[in-house]
């Protein structure tokens, strides 16, 4: 198997709107993922909504984020007394998780402290005992 090529980050551009909406159910599930995260993430409500209509399953998608900021909260309730950290910490936080969403399990790839990481999986991993 070849690696795959590299791919200047520079050169990519958003994909075409593929849902001209999103059902109510969904919006009302990204609300509060945004209410949660979205300070973080440079964007606005609706800019990360579009994200959603990209994307050929948004329900999939939509689960991923609720499941990164489900563990993104249980992280914070469970190892910093509900506080959140500078914004630097938080979207360093918020980017491992999103690693641990696509499978990857090594913690020194996460890009936070092997501690760190090793709690933002096992938060993230308690979500599939629920």
């Keep these: 198997m070849t690696d795959p090529e590299p791919i200047n980050p520079r050169q990519l ?3 075409p709107i593929r849902h001209k ?6 919006l009302e599930q990204i609300r509060p993922v945004y209410e949660e995260l ?19 399953s948004p329900e999939q998608e939509v689960a991923v984020w609720c499941s990164v900021a489900a563990a993104w909260l249980a992280y914070h309730e469970q190892y910093l007394g509900d ?5 630097v910490v938080e979207r360093k ?5 999103i690693a641990i969403s696509t499978g990857v399990e090594a913690v020194e790839a996460l890009g936070v402290p092997v501690d760190v990481g090793r709690r933002l999986l096992a938060c993230y991993d308690c979500l599939s005992e629920q």
């Design 38 to 56: 979205g300070s973080f993430l440079g964007t606005t409500l609706e800019q990360f909504e579009i994200t959603f209509m990209r994307d050929s």
């Design 93 to 97: 936080l918020i980017a491992a998780l």
């Design 83 to 87: 506080e959140v950290q500078p914004e």
């Design 21 to 26: 909406s999103l059902p109510r159910d969904l």
């Design 13 to 15: 551009r958003p994909g």
